[in-house]
T-cell receptor, first 114, second 114 residues
Framework: DAGVTQSPTHLIKTRGQQVTLRCSPK?????VSWYQQALGQGPQFIFQ???????QRGNFPDRFSGHQFPNYSSELNVNALLLGDSALYLC?????????????FGPGTRLTVT | DQQVKQNSPSLSVQEGRISILNCDYT??????FLWYKKYPAEGPTFLIS?????DKNEDGRFTVFLNKSAKHLSLHIVPSQPGDSAVYFC?????????????FGQGTTLQVKP
C-alpha cells in the first residue's frame, strides 16, 4: 500500500515565477492538507481540500492556490514567487471524520527560490 | 502569534533513560493533541494522540500526558533508544479532531546517545 507521494522532490525557481507541486494521498483517504515548513520551524497549515473544494485555509496570501481532482490527488500552486517562499512543502492525507486529524505526511517538496 | 510552543529546541539523553518532551499551548479551544516524529528527508510520522477528555494516553514506550489547567502536554519515551533520535513536533486541533487543521510547535530535536 503506497503512502502519500509528492512530486517533485526538489525544485529551484526564480523570483516572480510560478510553481505547481503535486500530491497523491494514501489509499482510502479523501482529504488532502498542505503545509509549509520553513527551516527550523514547525509545519504551517496552508489549506485543506476534500470533495474537490477548499474547506479550510490558513494565513497565506491568495498567491497560494490549490486544486483537488476526482481521484483525490491534489496540486498546490504558488504564483509570483518570493524568496520567502523557499521552504519544504508537505502534503498530508487523512480519512473522513472522526479520523481526519490523523494525518499521514508525504516526504515533501523542497522549493528553493533564487 | 505562536499558539503551540515547544520551548526546548533540543534534548540529549542516554540510551535506556527517559526522554521527556514538553509542549505548551495558549488557545483554550484546542481539544485534540498529537505528537509527530520527523527524520531528515522524510515527512512527519504520527506517534500518539490524546483527546482533552483524557489526561493520559499510552502506546508502548510512548506516553502523552495532558494538563488542561496548565495548557501543557508532554511526551514520555521509556526506555529511550538511539533510533528515537529525531525531531519531535507537538500539534493541536479544535473540535474533537475532526477538522484536520493542525497547529504545530517549532519542534524539539531529540538525541539519544548509545
Amino acid at each position: 500500500d503506497a503512502g502519500v507521494t509528492q512530486s517533485p522532490t526538489h525544485l529551484i525557481k526564480t523570483r516572480g515565477q510560478q510553481v505547481t507541486l503535486r500530491c497523491s494521498p494514501k489509499s482510502g483517504h479523501d482529504t488532502v492538507s498542505w503545509y509549509q515548513q520553513a527551516l527550523g520551524q514547525g509545519p504551517q497549515f496552508i489549506f485543506q481540500y476534500y470533495e474537490e473544494e477548499e474547506r479550510q485555509r490558513g494565513n497565506f496570501p491568495d498567491r497560494f492556490s490549490g486544486h483537488q481532482f476526482p481521484n483525490y490527488s491534489s496540486e498546490l500552486n504558488v504564483n509570483a514567487l518570493l524568496l520567502g517562499d523557499s521552504a519544504l512543502y508537505l502534503c498530508a492525507s487523512s480519512s473522513p471524520p472522526p479520523r481526519r486529524n490523523e494525518q499521514y505526511f508525504g516526504p515533501g517538496t523542497r522549493l528553493t527560490v533564487t | 502569534d505562536q499558539q503551540v510552543k515547544q520551548n526546548s529546541p533540543s534534548l540529549s539523553v542516554q540510551e535506556g533513560r527517559i526522554s521527556i518532551l514538553n509542549c505548551d499551548y495558549t488557545n483554550s479551544m484546542f481539544d485534540y493533541f498529537l505528537w509527530y516524529k520527523k527524520y531528515p528527508a522524510e515527512g512527519p510520522t504520527f506517534l500518539i494522540s490524546i483527546s482533552s477528555i483524557k489526561d493520559k494516553n499510552e502506546d508502548g514506550r510512548f506516553t502523552v500526558f495532558l494538563n488542561k489547567s496548565a495548557k501543557h502536554l508532554s511526551l514520555h519515551i521509556v526506555p529511550s533508544q538511539p533510533g528515537d533520535s529525531a525531531v519531535y513536533f507537538c500539534a493541536a486541533s479544535k473540535w474533537g479532531g475532526n477538522t484536520g487543521k493542525l497547529i504545530f510547535g517549532q519542534g524539539t530535536t531529540l538525541q539519544v546517545k548509545p
